[in-house]
């Protein structure tokens, strides 16, 4: 990667812990993601279509933080992060030091 210094991602499970009742938009500011709570394994993720919410597996999330934080940027697409990619950009977005780009879709790493 560019001007990029390898670095260890963060835990995200204690990411998601600390945005539990938060409104986490995606990428395009579209659509609302709402974490009602975060259990050892899985994240239960609200959305419109969703409003009691739907898990989403921690070790999904942490492997494309781990990406990112290795490989400086990371797409975000269903084939990359899976099937929760919107919920996974979004909440990759909220860390420091990242930049969400919608052309391609995608987050980046800045500085160190």
Sequence with gaps: MRDHISCEA???HAVLV?????????????KPNRILEVSA????VATGQSPD???V???ELQDAADRLYR???LEISVRNVGYRSAFVGAV??????????LRPRRIRLVGS
């Design 92 to 101: 990759l977005a909220t860390l420091p030091d990242t930049v969400a780009e």
């Design 53 to 55: 919410g739907k898990p």
């Design 41 to 44: 394994d899985r994240a239960l």
């Design 10 to 12: 963060p835990d995200m």
């Design 18 to 30: 600390g945005l539990v009742g938060q409104t986490i938009w995606t990428m395009d500011r579209r």
């Design 71 to 73: 490989d400086g940027e």
């Design 57 to 59: 597996k921690i070790a």
